[in-house]
């Protein structure tokens, strides 16, 4: 994986968003590919990241016609490293926490 890949976001109330990876947060399994991009290595313990998401109230909207606005998330823990039902992310082809699996 590596910037700006989509992921999934599970939020505090355990609901499933669409993601953006936006930064990944040191530590290991970072690897750089030949294009130089940093990206997360797909086996042992993952690095807590920045995302982007659209946010899930209807009110936060913006008014000159862009849609939704844009929430983030700082410093987000993979799912393997939280132990609590909601504010983790996962890979899209990851089986979370969340669901038995994607529809």
């Known amino acids: 994986m590596k910037l700006h890949d989509p ?5 505090e109330y355990g609901v499933k968003r669409g993601a953006i990876l936006s930064t990944i947060w040191g530590g290991q399994p970072l690897k750089t590919s030949a294009t130089g991009a940093t990206e997360i290595a797909d086996d ?11 946010s899930g109230d209807e009110s936060r909207s913006d008014n000159a016609g862009y ?6 998330r700082s410093s987000c823990v993979h799912m393997r490293n939280q ?10 082809d990851e089986v979370g926490k969340d669901t038995e699996q994607d529809a």
């Open 83 to 92: 132990s609590a039902h909601g504010n983790y992310w996962r890979r899209i």
């Open 44 to 54: 042992g313990d993952m690095p807590a990241v920045n995302l982007a998401f659209t």
């Open 7 to 11: 992921i999934i976001y599970v939020d």
């Open 67 to 72: 849609g939704r606005q844009i929430e983030r």
